[in-house]
Structure formats: C-alpha cells, structure tokens
C-alpha cells in the first residue's frame, strides 16, 4: 500500500481512527481462534457511515482487500486479516439510535455489544433475543455477518429472524438499504442474505432489530441421567409430547466435570446432564413442566431439580457457558468443534465418537444444543506430547464428517470462516457452491470484502484447525463464550 | 415483427417442442390456452417434467433457444406480479408433488415443489405436526408457488413467516444447474442462505424443485376469541395492550369494513389451563369492551376477501404498515375510499401485514391504490396491488424500487443472464 493511500485514510478517520504500529496492530491479527494470524497493513476505526463508505471507496479503487471486525470474538477465523489488507473496526459505531417500544423495534449501530440492548430495553420488560454466550462482549454486527445463535435459539430462532432492516455500505461504496422497519418491503430479500455472510457481501452500518417481549415466566429444570443416551431419549419424549422448550441443552460427564471445577455450579454427577428451559405464561409453563418432569423419570433420571430462584436459575447457566473456558481446568489444550446432526442421530453419532476418540487415545467431552442437534465436542489434548496435537487436529475434523454424514452440517453458529471453508465441498457440491458465488460476484465483483472465507481454495501450508483460547475478558471471568 | 422473423420464431418453437415431447413424453408437453394466461399474457405451451433433473434440463434448453419460461405451480396466484414482457412456457411442477421425507422425530420436512399445502399438512398431522403456515387456497397452492410470492397468514405473528421456516432449499437455473443451499437441519450456518433469496423472488431467479421445512407441534388445545371495538381509536389501544402485555397468543388480526365498527380477532393455542388463564387475562385487557369466543373460520377472513361478484370493479393489495399505527394507516383507507365513493374491506395482522380490498369505478381504484400506495410508502409501509381489474389502466404491482435495485438487479444477471425466468413480472422490471 502507498504512502499516499494511507494518507488519504487517516485523512478520513482522523488520527486516533487509524492503527498502523506493528504493537498496536497485533491486537487485530486474530480473532477468537488464535491459531490463524495474519498482520493487517493497517486498521481504521471509523465512527459513522460516511467514512466506512470513505474508507471502502479508497478500497474499491485502489483494489485493497478489508475486513470488517465487530467485537473479535469469532471462533472460525471470520475477522482474520488479509495479507495486505486493512480491517475497518466497527467499534466505535456504538450508538443505539432508537429504541420503538410500540412497533418493537431498535436501531443500532454494528459495534453495539449484543447485551447492551437488551439492558437499554429491559426496563420496559423486552429484551432482545439471540444469546451467543459471548453476548456480553461481542457485537451485533458480528452477530449479522455470523448469523449468530444461543442457547435460546431453538424457541426464538437465530440473529437472521431478529434482523428486519440493514443499511450497508456494499464493497464498491455505494450506500443501500435491505428491509426495513415495516415487514416484506417488495423485492428480493436481501437482508436474508446479508445475515450471514460472514462480511464478504459489504459491511453493516445500521441495523434494525426486532425486540421481543419478556415471558410471563421462566422455569428451569436439571435432569441427571445415567448417559447421554437416555439423556436424548428424554428429549425426544420432550419433542414428541409436542413441546417447544426455550432451551435444552445437554452436557457429558467429562463436561459437567469441567464446569464444576470452573463455577462450581453444583450440578449433580451423572453421564449425562440435561438442561430444560421452558418459558411463557405461568399457567401453561406450570402444567408442561409437569409433564416435561414425567417424561424425564420415565426415561430414567435419577434426579430432577428445579432453579428454585433467579440466582440459582443463573448458576445453572453460569454453568453450561462456562463449559468451553472451564476445559482448561480439566486439559491443558482443547479444540472446540461446532458441528450440527438431525436430533435423533445423537445415540448414533455420540457411540461414533466415543469409538474415534478411544481410537485415537484421546479424551472428547461434550455439549450440545441439544434440542436443535448442535454438538460442541471438544477435543482435549496436550501439546507437549508429541503427536497429540495432530492426532486432537484430525479427531475434530473426523467428528465433523460425522455430522455430513449423519446429514447435518459443518456449523451451527460459530460460521466457516476462515477454519471450515476446506469441508464446505464436503457438505456441499460444486454446483451449490458456484451458484453461492455467483450471488458473491453481484454484490462483490472484484472479491474486496473478506474475500479469502468460506469458500473452499486450496490449502496453504501452515494451515491447521485450531485450538481454544479463551478471550482475555472470558479468564477474567467477564465472558463466556460457546 | 416482420413476417419473416415470425415464422422463424414459430419454427423454432415447433421443432423445439418436439425434441420435448421426445424427451419427456406427448402427454407432458401440452399447448397452452386462454386460460393458462399469465396476468393477461398467453403462453404456447405448458411442460410438466417429472422430477428435477427433466425440470433442469428443460429450463436449460428453453433458455439456450431464447424461450420465456413461466414456473407454475398450483396456479392460484399466477396472476400476481406485473404482466410478463415475454412468456412462452410454463413449467409445472405438478408431477413433483412427493413429500420426500417427513423427519418428524427431527420436526423436519423435505418436500417437492408441486406438492400443495393441504397434502403436506395432512401428512405432517398424521404425526401431530404441522408446517406453521396459513397460506391462501391451501387445497390448490403448492410449496413452491407459497414460497415464491410469499405468502403467509395471521400464525406469522407466533411462527415468522416462509423466510423463518425454511430450513434448505434446490433450485433449478437457467443453465441447467441444480444447486442446493441450506441443509435438513435447524441450525446450520455453512453457506449463504439461499432459501431466503429465493423465497418473494416470483420465480425470477430460478426454479423451486425442492424445499426443507421445520416444523412445530399441532397445538393440544386452541381457542379464538373476537373483541368487538367502539371505534378505530380503542381497537389500537386493545391491540398496544394484547401485544404489550405477557399473553402468549399465537396470532392477532383486526378486521375492517367502511360502515362497520372494526372487531379484533386472538388465537391462543397450548394447554387447557393456559387457554383459561390467558382468557382471564385477555378479558381484563379487553376493559368494557365485549369479548366473544368466536369460531376458528374468522381466520379465513384474509381468504374471503378475494371472493368478490365482480372481477371487473375490484383490486385487492397486499399493504405493509408499522403496527404501532394500524389505525392511522386504516383511518387513511377509509379516507381515500370516501372520497372515490369505494367500498373497502381490510384484514391486518398485528406483525403489520394485510390485505386489503376496493370496490368501485376502475379509474378510481387506480386512484386510490396510487394515493395509498404514496402515503404508505411515506411512513415506510408499502402496497403491492396483487390483483388489478382487467378494465383499469395498470399500476406497477410493486411500487418504489429503494436504493437496492441495481443490486437486485446483478443477482438476476447473475443468476438468470438471459432474462429467462418470468422476464419483467418483478420489481423494477427485473
């Protein structure tokens, strides 16, 4: 990049908007998988969207790839840099700009952190509903580019139902606008697809949210079973009775273990933990809780308790968010898969991972979304053990072929990226995958925005899955992430 | 166009139509009628391939020889959209009408485009599940015509509408490409979520084969109640409190008609104990207004309102509108109608969808239609004139195009460059 380049960029964001000191930039080489780094040329901080139109105009012309980064929390590698590229930061487009209780809308800024509208809206009993269990730290435009979802998705779907208008600045500068505040505005629906994309179609300046009132009433239960086996049968009698739970989610032994040692969250020691979350009016909550109760002894629960309290409700989460962070209790390197199956294959696939991880010599614990099939093995390791590093590699990559062929996917909410575009021929064929590029090529003809995600091209040398390492904030114990 | 061209033009067409019918068969190879028009514009013929791959490969070769091709499904809303600038084939997917895999355990559903709404249902009931839609004409509309114009009801409040819905999705494109995106799982974020792209694109883009839905419980219990308003005023203010308050109802409609008091429709659907307690609660809600249990068939009142005596006086438009002010925006259709001498009748959903339909002289509902399309689009609503009366000088289907057209108009190129697919039925001539 010229000189003259970089002049005419911090012209646009002033001094304190542009990072371009080799210390300073470090910061920004990756997200929340470490194991990928690349050093951008420079980082912008624009605060509004006349310079993020700015910045991408000079982009355009002069054919510099960008990528656009929220909060950085990312898990496959989305926000990495370019090799020669610069990453525009939304973080300090961080205003919420309206808040319309009557049509229940807000208006953000992408650098808004996914928690804070709900404490701005809370007071008037709404809240705002994807919970990505880093949504203490992480942005909703980093939300919209990864389609984000949570424990609470399975009720209240993903980020993509919750997003009804997007102002974007598309990789050429020009300034337009999908949806809106009103529903089906006519034409094609290109808020559906922005949602996502995972920053390779433009960059989100503006985001229209649906807000979503708060449930009469929300009850919790714990359901200690003997395995994960009888575990997932309960959950398919909770399915089949005909229930739709806010939330269930589902923990190994090896999980429960890990959290216990992180939070002491007193869950009680069992192969397998079930976590059932049913919300609305008191009445109608009451009598299913009931039956979801029954449905669980009869499947062979050796214990089931119910939060009694807010507080107690809040350690049972605590908990299950902490599961990723609390590995680090049990092994001294893990790697976090996301993978999704159809429900029902659970039993199938979880005695195909035992197999490949007696196989391979290596410990597998795991969480899962369990109502909605999202698995969360996390393969644990040690580095300083030669060969278990590549063994732990080639374990995680073998469990998500599992999920393909069980007829699932790749991810369920931490997106490609960086990590998964190789498996993406896997899920998908050539002809899906092209016709994926062709929408590509209408909004990014010349690939500037993100250009080197999702999409499969050969591998680089040097190029491996990665290993967690928990965000600075979530050790400090501020955030969890899934 | 001169002589010679026409009789070229015929004579493609022929030899064209045979290498079909040697390919699919005489019988699915069909010449087309007065009645198979599309919004006023006769095509010559209509194919009907028997799975996907044929659908593909006849898309393809219509779009080698320079053939428009018009997708249809069960036909009930061919009529919809702007008249086509060309439109030569039909391609129905009626033999595609399999309901491929019903994952119920999974609340999953893979089903071909041609299969109709109530069959599905009736499948998806045999196991207590249903696809959470209530689209019009469900005995006749098929999964791909549902999802290309649309269309969806009063459960959206509860559910979301198709774009929520649809989980995975296959195309077929002018050149022949079968292409999949999505999956058959929930939760999946590998890709870009074609199935929304597709969904409203009125079959511009490609061709609906297939689709894969999730799936909710039929409700155990469910009951209807109607709240009958004193004026457009207090009907707001019931709708603010049921939308405001923590009742869980699956859907909320309010009904409109010049003369009459306008009357607020709620759904709950759950247990027996929860219907009881957010009937209490509703009546509370209601204040001195009467609250009456009312029969499930006021659910249809979207549907009635396209049964009217006379085609040739009446349009009816698909109207989006900020819910917060449903009565200002009903207020502005009342006005609009007074002042031409027209008959309305309305249908809003609280998520700020409705239907509404004019009765009267043709060039005054173009008027109207025009005057409200302006003053919705003005407070960030729209007004699609779905059906327009054949006498009436035509109206754009779909009004201002936003800054996204050109946009729009790339994905098409991209993915339909020789203006193929139901050519000008979209917005901005797309």
């Known amino acids: 990049m010229e000189a003259r380049t970089l002049d005419e960029l911090r012209a646009i964001v002033d001094g304190r908007g542009l990072i371009t000191s080799p210390e300073e930039l470090h910061t920004y080489e990756c997200d929340g998988l470490t194991n990928f780094r690349v050093m951008p040329r420079a980082v912008l901080l624009p605060t509004s969207t006349g310079q993020v139109q700015a910045i991408v105009r000079i982009c355009h012309h002069e054919k510099i790839p960008f990528v656009a980064r929220g909060s950085g929390t990312g898990l496959s590698g ?52 994807p919970d990505p269990s880093s949504q203490s730290i992480c942005s909703i435009g980093g939300n919209v580019a990864e389609n984000s979802g949570g424990a609470h998705c399975l009720k209240y779907g993903f980020t993509t139902t919750h997003v009804l208008g997007l102002e974007v600045v598309l990789p050429d500068g020009t300034l337009v606008h999908f949806g809106g505040k009103a529903l089906d505005t006519p034409g094609y629906d290109l808020a559906g697809v922005f949602v996502g994309s995972e920053g390779t179609l433009g960059i989100a300046t503006k985001i229209t949210l649906r807000i979503v009132k708060r ?32 939330a269930i989610e589902m923990m190994d032994n090896l999980a429960i273990q890990a959290a216990e040692a992180a939070v002491h969250a007193n869950y009680p020691n069992c192969g397998g933990l079930l976590l059932v979350e049913l919300d609305g009016p008191l009445a109608e909550v009451e009598c299913l809780m009931t039956d979801v109760n029954e449905i669980c002894r009869s499947n062979g629960a050796s214990e089931i308790r119910q939060a009694q309290s807010d507080a107690e409700r809040a350690l049972v989460w605590k908990g299950r968010k902490a599961a990723f962070a609390a590995m680090g209790r049990i092994s001294p390197n893990y790697i976090v898969q996301d993978g999704v199956i159809p429900r029902t294959a659970l ?39 030669t060969g278990q590093e590549e063994a732990a590699e080639a374990l995680s990559s073998n469990i998500l072929e599992l999920c393909i062929a069980a007829g699932g996917s790749i991810t369920g909410e931490h997106g490609v990226g960086e990590d998964k575009k190789k498996m993406m021929s896997k899920m998908f064929a050539e002809p899906d995958l092209m016709t994926m590029q062709r929408v590509r090529n209408a909004f990014d003809p010349f690939q ?35 | 166009m001169d002589a010679a061209t026409k009789s070229k033009s015929t004579n493609v067409h022929s030899s064209f139509r045979y290498d079909l019918m040697a390919f699919l068969g005489h019988d699915y190879v069909q010449p087309a009628g007065p ?103 469900p005995n006749k509309a098929t999964i791909g015509g549902v999802l290309s114009s649309n269309d969806s009801g009063a459960l959206r409040l509860r559910f979301g509408g198709l774009r929520d819905l649809i989980i995975g999705i296959t195309l077929a494109l002018p050149d022949g490409t079968l292409a999949s995106s999505g999956g058959r799982v929930v939760k999946n974020v590998a890709g870009y979520d074609l199935p929304k792209l597709a969904t409203g694109a009125f079959g511009t883009l490609g061709v609906i084969t297939r689709a894969v839905f999730r799936l909710h419980p039929l409700p155990r219990s469910s009951r209807s109640f ?18 405001n308050s923590k009742l869980a109802h699956t859907a909320l409609q309010a009904r409109f008609e010049n003369g009459a008091t306008p009357a607020v429709d709620i759904l709950f659907e759950g247990t027996e104990a929860g ?68 008959r309305w009748k309305a249908v809003a959903q609280a998520t700020g969808i409705g239907c509404l339909r004019l009765e009267g002289d043709a ?68």
């Open chain 1, 78 to 129: 989305g926000a990495l840099p370019v090799e020669n590229g610069i990453v525009i930061s939304l973080a300090r487009m961080n205003r919420i700009l309206e808040v319309d209780f009557p049509n229940a809308r807000a208006v953000v800024e992408p650098g808004v952190i996914n928690l804070d509208v709900t404490a701005r809206i809370l007071h008037n009993e709404y809240f705002y509903a």
């Open chain 2, 363 to 430: 060039m005054k509902l173009r008027d109207s239609l025009q005057d409200l399309r302006e003053q919705f689009e003005r407070s960030t609503g729209s007004l699609v004139a779905l059906y327009q009366p054949a006498g009436m000088p035509s109206i754009d289907t779909w009004g201002n195009t936003g800054d996204a057209l050109p946009l729009m108009k790339s994905i098409k190129q991209q993915l339909d460059p020789k203006n193929t697919l139901s050519p000008g039925r979209f917005i901005g001539g797309i």
């Open chain 1, 448 to 482: 500037l925005s993100n250009p080197t995600k999702i999409f499969p091209t050969p591998r680089l040398c040097g190029e491996k899955p990665g290993e967690y390492t928990p965000h600075p904030s979530e050790s400090a114990g501020l955030a969890e992430r899934f």
């Open chain 2, 226 to 243: 109607s709240v009958t308003a004193t004026s457009n005023e207090e009907m707001r203010r019931l709708i603010h409190a049921v939308q």
């Open chain 1, 347 to 385: 039993p199938k696939v979880m005695n195909e991972i035992v197999r490949l991880s007696t196989e391979a010599g290596l410990r597998v614990a795991n969480v899962f979304h369990a109502g909605d099939g999202n698995l969360h093995p996390l393969v644990l390791y040690d580095r300083r053990i």
């Open chain 1, 215 to 246: 449930p009469e009433c929300v009850r919790t239960l714990l359901a200690a079973f003997p395995s994960t086996n009888e575990a997932g049968a309960a959950v398919s009698g909770i399915i089949a009775a005909g229930m739709l739970p806010a």
């Open chain 2, 275 to 342: 219907l009881k307690a957010q009937e209490t609660h509703l009546r509370v809600l209601a204040e001195t207004a009467p609250v009456a249990e009312a029969s499930p068939e006021i659910w249809k009142t979207r549907q009635d309102l396209w049964s009217f005596p006379k085609p040739e006086s009446a349009a009816v438009a698909k109207i989006s509108f900020l819910p917060a002010e449903i009565d200002r925006f009903m207020e502005t259709i009342a006005k609009s109608a007074k002042v031409r001498q027209l």
């Open chain 2, 35 to 137: 009645a198979d028009a599309v919004a006023g514009v006769e095509p010559k013929v209509i194919v009907s391939p028997a799975n996907e791959m044929q659908l593909a490969e006849v898309l393809r070769r219509s779009d080698e020889a320079g053939i428009a091709v018009i997708p249809r499904g069960g036909g009930t809303k061919l009529g919809w959209g702007n008249p086509p600038s060309r439109a030569e084939l039909i391609l129905s997917t009626a033999r595609l009408s399999e309901i491929t895999e019903h994952a119920w355990a999974d609340l999953t559903v893979s089903v071909d485009a041609g299969c109709t709404i109530q069959k599905l249902q009736q499948t998806l009931a045999l196991h207590g599940q249903r696809l959470a839609l209530d689209p019009l004409w």
